[in-house]
């Protein structure tokens, strides 16, 4: 039986973004900020074994509810059931980014320790960016050991905001 993907669009205080998952889990949201939706769609079906994908907010209420309430403010409640792909060390990363509380940073160098590999700071930065579901995995919240910002796929002035939207007072930005 082949499987449903469902998705919505939805503003943001940052932005417009995409959120795709099932009745059960989220695989994906990412801000749009001028990308092919089209294109993202493919990629996703293809990740998802060819998955049918059909916009329909209803199955993702509970996700864009929560996604509401930290555009309002309460960041902790991101704690959606995850369905993504990737491969094992991503998903290592993945998950132990998503144990850095709001308010909160960690370096890739910290991340890459938690998981065993304390000489994988760069591989942290690279799984960072292979991140299907930011909010929900925070890799927003992981920062340069220098005292830099390090990257983020949608850009270094939405990752300030959405730190600052979370009251971390951190560095120089």
Not at 31 to 48: H, M, R, V
Not at 128 to 152: D, E, I, K, S
């Amino acid at each position: 039986m082949l499987r449903t993907i469902y998705y919505t669009r939805l503003a943001s205080p940052w932005g417009p973004l995409l959120l795709a998952g099932t009745e059960k889990s989220v695989c994906s949201c990412d801000f749009l900020n001028g990308k092919d939706i089209a294109n993202l769609l493919s990629q996703l079906q293809k990740l998802n074994h060819h998955a049918q994908i059909k916009e329909d907010p209803q199955p993702l209420a509970s996700a864009v509810d929560a996604l509401k309430r930290y555009f309002a403010g309460e960041p902790e409640n991101l704690n959606q059931p995850l369905a993504l792909q990737g491969s094992q060390f991503q998903m290592e990363v993945w998950s132990k980014l998503r144990e850095i509380p709001a308010g909160k940073v960690a370096t890739y160098g910290d991340i890459a320790g938690r998981i065993g590999r304390p000489r994988g700071a760069r591989a942290v930065g690279q799984a960072c960016g292979r991140n299907p579901a930011v909010l929900f995995v925070p890799c927003h919240r992981v920062v340069a050991a220098h005292g830099g910002l390090g990257g983020f796929g949608s850009g270094l002035d939405l990752k300030k905001s959405l730190l600052r939207h979370e009251g971390v007072a951190w560095g120089n930005f």
